[in-house]
């Protein structure tokens, strides 16, 4: 089957993350063959969460932040303002291809994201995200449901990073991490790295054309 010509982009700006997690988790269960693939952009306030494999001895000390029990891959991470967060929602049967080569895309398309803003960056075949210098700059936790993807990928922009000192991020003790921020003199705004990312992912994944949105 083909792929579709359209990716629907959708802003859904400031969110609560237990929300954007039942509406994708609505989404992903309603919908059809026909359904139009969508990638969803997003912040969260301040919360820590878990994945599927998250062990309690990774989450340290979360004090006044809330943790969320997921149903995502992975181990624990921090969300929070200045953070771009991305939630594929992509029929993968109708793309023909599978979870593994989804991750390795999404990688991709954050190397060639931060490139664009001559930032350096590898993924790890061990452990999924993307890294600087060895520092992870951005984290991804999939979970695929009748041949649908939900949850997706968090790239460190321009946020408070203390949040992830009381935590082991994605169960890897003392694991550095980075952001755009802290790379560049002249840091980009969140939305320019939006419309830069969506470019990219679209790009790797097939898509003829998106249609973007706020929600």
Request: overall charge negative.
């Amino acid at each position: 089957m083909a792929v579709p010509a359209t990716l629907e982009v959708i802003n859904l700006g400031q969110q609560d993350y237990q929300a954007s997690w039942q509406a994708m988790t609505d989404f992903t269960n309603q919908r059809t063959p026909e359904t139009p693939d969508q990638l969803w952009l997003v912040e969260h306030p301040p919360v820590f969460t878990q994945g599927q494999a998250g062990k309690a001895e990774h989450l340290l000390f979360p004090g006044e932040i809330p943790v969320v029990q997921t149903d995502r891959g992975g181990q624990v991470t921090y969300h929070g303002p200045g953070q771009l967060v991305a939630y594929p929602l992509l029929d993968l049967r109708r793309l023909n291809i599978g979870v593994r080569e989804l991750v390795t895309r999404i990688e991709q398309t954050i190397i060639a994201t931060l490139a664009y803003y001559s930032i350096e960056s590898a993924a790890k075949a061990d452990a999924p995200g993307v890294y600087v210098n060895g520092d992870k700059i951005a984290s991804l936790g999939l979970r695929v449901r009748r041949g649908c993807s939900f949850h997706g990928l968090a790239l460190n922009v321009a946020m408070d990073l203390a949040p992830f000192q009381r935590i082991n991020p994605c169960g890897y003790q003392g694991l550095a991490m980075t952001q755009m921020s802290d790379l560049l003199p002249n840091p980009p705004a969140l939305a320019d790295v939006q419309t830069q990312l969506v470019a990219e992912f679209a790009r790797k994944l097939g898509y003829e054309t998106c249609t973007m949105r706020a929600n």
